[in-house]
Antibody, heavy 120, light 106 residues
Framework: EVQLLESGGDLVQPGGSLRLSCAGS????????MGWVRQAPGKGLEWVSG????????YYADSVKGRFTISRDNSKNTLYLQINGLRADDTAVYYCVKTSRDSYGYMQSWGQGTLVTVSS | IQMTQSPSSLSASVGERVTITCRASQDISYSLAWYQQKPGQAPNLLIFGASNLQTGVPSRFSGTASGTDFTLTISSLHPEDFATYYC?????????FGGGTKVEIK
């Protein structure tokens, strides 16, 4: 069974930084494209970032480009999202997703999410 | 690419046929997915490639495409189908979701 376990969410002041982690199990992590999707409280879904299985290709939403960095450590079966320059509108539940080989948009498995709150 | 989803909400009864539409601002071929999200839960992939049912998803769910218009149909609404539905274009980066459709009990 595919399991994705996010961690690292916290209450952070504007301008601060955070690193989210996602531990994957039950599948071949090193062969899987992965990504992050977020959802602000009471709002819709927003795709944030995606990374190829080997880590060489990375993609970002315009709203986070230059502030967020996606990475992975296949030896640890772990996906990361480094978030810098946090703003109030980054407040959201951040979901880790395992995507299909066919497309980053076909998100087959989701974690339970980790909450990031940006507030002074 | 902008995804315009309609309606934003609807009320329906168990057993009713429900249709939700997404319109893409440009050609995305068949690169579209539909997701279901229940309150307090992570979303769940229902359909990919505009019309392909994800493994384990009931056959009452179906998807169609016509140009830049995409439709999710629930043929006969079950109690567990009351949820919010989102489309997502997977044609080009950045990937973009529709605004969501909340399906409520009438």
């Amino acid at each position: 069974e595919v399991q994705l376990l996010e961690s690292g969410g916290d209450l952070v002041q504007p301008g601060g930084s955070l690193r989210l982690s996602c531990a994957g199990s039950g599948f071949m992590f090193s062969s899987s494209d992965m990504g992050w999707v977020r959802q602000a409280p009471g709002k819709g879904l927003e795709w944030v970032s995606g990374v190829s299985a080997g880590g060489g290709a990375k993609y970002y939403a315009d709203s986070v480009k230059g502030r967020f960095t996606i990475s992975r450590d296949n030896s640890k079966n772990t996906l990361y999202l480094q978030i810098n320059g946090l703003r109030a509108d980054d407040t959201a539940v951040y979901y880790c997703v395992k995507t299909s080989r066919d497309s980053y948009g076909y998100m087959q498995s989701w974690g339970q999410g980790t909450l990031v709150t940006v507030s002074s | 690419i902008q995804m315009t989803q309609s309606p934003s909400s609807l009320s329906a009864s168990v057993g009713e046929r429900v249709t939700i539409t997404c319109r893409a601002s440009q050609d995305i071929s068949y690169s579209l997915a539909w997701y279901q999200q229940k309150p307090g839960q992570a979303p769940n992939l229902l359909i990919f490639g505009a019309s392909n049912l994800q493994t384990g998803v009931p056959s009452r769910f179906s998807g169609t495409a016509s140009g830049t218009d995409f439709t999710l149909t629930i043929s006969s609404l079950h109690p567990e189908d009351f949820a919010t539905y989102y489309c997502l274009q997977a044609h080009s980066f950045p990937l973009t979701f529709g605004g969501g459709t909340k399906v409520e009990i009438k």
